[in-house]
């Protein structure tokens, strides 16, 4: 089913949208945009190029609590945080950072665990998928094209949409999709010229190239495995890390996370936030051993959790090629330049 | 019912805490809004716990150290003027009304010094009312 | 008109080149190439092939004197530093850190610096406005003379004017953004306490979770930490993913150390940092 709205009327989808439930769209804030929970319609705002934080936020938030205690009091007392959520719908998100879901799907429910949080809200939400511009340049700092990723690859959403001219374009993907789609009767019939050009769209997608280059995960994930302990190679591209938290906070398929007891005055919550492997503190034990002391091994055991590990474990590299983690580097590491690097280290001589 | 502020005293054990036991045992009245933490001197006294007493609910922090040249240990005090002046200037940049905030100098001998300090500083923090800037609403 | 970054990128690759070929140093920091010509890295030459892949041009941004801490004591190394840089590794120098012997200054005289992500010219701005190195062993360009002087604290203005409330209301408003990602302490040169007080759980001075009161206590502590210790680089604020103004409190902050105690960060050796020092006639009036 395809329908369509002209891009200004956006707002009367916003309201329609609150009302059935809650909506996360892209805002425009200080340092750029972010996916937050709307709450005035006119905030929609379409004209982003990607977020800093990716969606991944909407299903696993940065600080989520699951136990309410008070301080010498039976465990019994302790109370459990339910999620009572409304039906979400998750706006604008671009296709590189839908394929993440996917990817976190493998961690979070795939693999017999199953988080409930993460499930619960993955439930609950409809994602609108949204093609990348194709007549703008790629930002330098991506490469999603590079694994394989369409900039208009509609997989993954419920409902996909695509920028023609002044009106945005809707297509359901999924059966859930085509429900809200029905629902959503301020939209309009698309013509057959919208559904050729939606069509053109999708197949120009994957011609839209981010950096000349191509990967076979298999091959990477061996080169990888050969250089683990060329300490050499590693501590070179490891020179200028900050070990810094950056590019774990923005990266859509990093998933790690700390759980802390944080009380004040007897109440407590126990709660879980973002850790980042970049920290020091990660792998810190209880008997005051640190595994990873030195920067190129926090940085190794970054890059090979998601071109090596997870390919050997899971066949699917963890990566999506958004760029956020090059973008927003303070040093400017470029995460593809190392793979490239890797690739290379055979021949390399004096690294 | 009037305000009460809750007033944290650091107070360093060779002065300022000593001059507090005067001004106890010459029989001199002062507020009860004070809750008086002994320290060894007042350099011992790291900024955090002052940006954390305000957290906690605090509505005005008083640090007592001996006078210049008096320390215990020579110069700690010497080290603490200048790194409680930059806490204070901190707070007021952050726009916590400098007021809240006080050093003074009283010795072991200054019983009269410790009940005016902090009579009068209790004074100025009811005018000032309650500090929620930092305050962690629960 | 900027300066010749081309020049500097020869007379660096000349000096890296000549040092490390001599043993005078084992590490040479520098820039180098980085995804894109916008985006340069620091990087670290080791062997005098490795000068080559140097460059220098007007993003290269970045305080190297960040990286000198993480070699052993007692490696000799030539870093390549702005006028704020150089600062930085005087002030590492004076908290004992470095020592001045194992440390080559590459000078680099420059304006016309600017911040990759906005594409705005940085100079005096979000660092301390000089254009000159302070000290140097060898100056990679012409000193820059004829150059707008301007001060440092000049962009404090605004925040100065406003009242207490309205101070609270942006401050507030800006730590609330924080992730907690804590690039702002890893770019910092002078940050280098292992662990951070923020990372320690006995006592917890904060949470970890990003919520307002921990963003508060990590980033007023941190702007204590750096007090006379801060030489305004402005790296915290660049590398802040959200774009925070760090750089605003830590130049009042240092403002109000240089009015009190008549020094300013990392201007000479000889110097010792404002706050291990005292003086016995510092004024009470300080603290009022």
């Known amino acids: 089913m395809l329908k369509k709205t002209a891009i200004n009327k956006i707002s009367e989808l916003a309201a329609v949208l609150m009302e059935k439930g809650t909506l996360l769209a892209p805002v425009k804030e200080a340092a750029g945009f972010n996916f937050r929970e709307i709450s005035d319609a006119g905030q929609v705002n379409l004209h982003f190029h990607n977020t800093i934080i990716s969606p991944k936020s909407a299903f696993f938030p940065q600080m989520e609590d699951f136990v309410r205690y008070q301080t010498g009091k039976s465990i019994l007392e302790a109370a459990p945080v339910e999620l009572n959520l409304k039906p979400v719908f998750l706006f604008g998100v671009r296709p590189c950072d839908v394929k993440s879901f996917e990817i976190m799907d493998i961690h979070f429910s795939g693999t017999g665990a199953v988080d409930p949080y993460w499930k619960k809200r993955r439930e609950a939400a409809t994602i609108f998928g949204h093609a990348f511009d194709l007549n703008e340049a790629a930002d330098p700092a991506e490469f999603y094209h590079t694994l394989g990723i369409g900039a208009a690859d509609p997989q993954g959403s419920d409902i996909f949409m695509v920028t023609k001219d002044n009106d945005l374009l809707f297509k359901s993907i999924t059966p859930k999709g085509k429900k809200l789609l029905e629902e959503l009767t301020m939209l309009t019939e698309a013509s057959a010229g919208d559904r050729k050009y939606f069509e053109d769209y999708i197949a120009r997608g994957h011609d839209y190239k981010t950096r000349f280059a191509s990967v076979e995960p298999k091959a990477i994930a061996t080169e990888f495995e050969s250089i683990f302990d060329n300490r050499e190679f590693w501590k070179n591209v490891s020179n200028a890390c900050l070990s810094c938290g950056v590019c774990t906070f923005v990266c859509p398929t990093c998933y790690c996370f700390d759980i802390c007891d944080e009380t004040l005055f007897n109440k407590g919550t126990r709660r879980r936030v973002w850790d980042a492997c970049m920290f020091t503190d990660f792998t810190l034990e209880a008997s005051g051993h640190n595994p990873r002391t030195n920067v190129y091994q926090r940085l190794r055991q970054k890059i090979c959790h998601k071109y090596s590990f997870s390919i050997r474990k899971y066949g699917v590299i963890s990566c999506v090629g958004c760029g956020r983690c090059t973008r927003y580097c303070p040093v400017n590491i470029d995460i593809f330049s190392i793979v490239e690097q890797a690739v290379k280290a055979k021949w390399y001589k004096r690294l | ?138 | ?288």
């Open chain 2, 1 to 138: 019912m009037s305000f009460e502020p809750k007033i944290l005293g650091i107070a360093c054990n060779w002065c300022t805490y000593t001059g507090a036991d005067l001004a106890g045992t010459t029989r001199l009245e002062y507020p009860q809004n004070l809750r008086v933490v002994r320290v060894m001197c007042s350099s011992r006294i790291n900024p955090s716990f002052i940006f954390r007493a305000f957290q906690l609910g605090a509505d005005g922090v008083l640090v007592g150290g001996c006078h210049p040249g008096d320390c215990h240990y020579n110069t700690g005090n010497l080290y603490a003027r200048r790194r409680l002046a930059v806490t204070r200037k901190i707070l007021e940049f952050a726009g916590i009304e400098p007021g809240r905030f006080r050093v003074e100098w009283i010795s072991a001998s200054e019983g009269n010094k410790f009940a005016e300090v902090v009579t009068e500083f209790t004074r100025q923090i009811k005018n000032l009312g309650p500090q929620n800037k930092f305050k962690i609403s629960q």
């Open chain 3, 1 to 288: 008109m900027t300066s010749s970054f081309k020049s500097i990128e020869e007379n660096l690759k000349a000096e890296a080149g000549k040092l490390l070929e001599s043993g005078r140093v084992e590490i040479v920091l520098a820039y180098g190439r980085g995804y894109d010509e916008n985006h340069p890295m620091p990087f670290v030459a080791k062997h005098p092939s490795d000068v080559a892949n140097m460059v220098f041009n007007e993003y290269c941004i970045h305080n190297l004197a960040r990286y000198l801490v993480r070699y052993p004591r007692g490696t000799k190394i030539a870093v390549a530093v702005k006028a704020a840089d150089c600062r930085a590794v005087i002030q590492l120098i004076q908290e004992e850190k470095i020592k001045r012997d194992d440390v080559v200054f590459l000078g680099i005289p420059v304006y016309g610096m600017k911040n990759p992500k906005t594409g705005e010219i940085i100079d005096s701005k979000t660092t301390c406005g000089m254009y000159n190195p302070v000290l140097y062993d060898v100056l990679l360009g012409e000193e820059v003379h004829g150059q707008k002087i301007v001060s440092p604290y000049d962009v404090l203005a605004d925040y100065e004017a406003m009242d207490k409330e309205a101070r609270w209301a942006f401050w507030k408003k800006e730590f609330d953004r924080c992730i907690r990602c804590y690039a702002c302490r890893k770019a910092c040169p002078m940050c280098y306490c292992d662990p951070c007080f923020i990372d320690q759980s006995k006592p917890r001075w904060g949470d970890k979770s990003p919520q307002s009161h921990g963003n508060l206590m990590y980033h007023l502590t941190r702007f204590h930490h750096l007090a006379g210790r801060c030489i305004d680089c402005g790296e915290c604020s660049r590398a802040c993913p959200v774009d925070i103004p760090l750089y605003l409190f830590h130049k009042k902050v240092a403002k109000e150390c240089e009015e009190m105690f008549g020094q300013a960060a990392g201007m000479s050796i000889d110097d010792k940092p404002a706050l291990v020092n005292f003086r016995v006639d510092d004024s009470d009036k300080i603290l009022e």
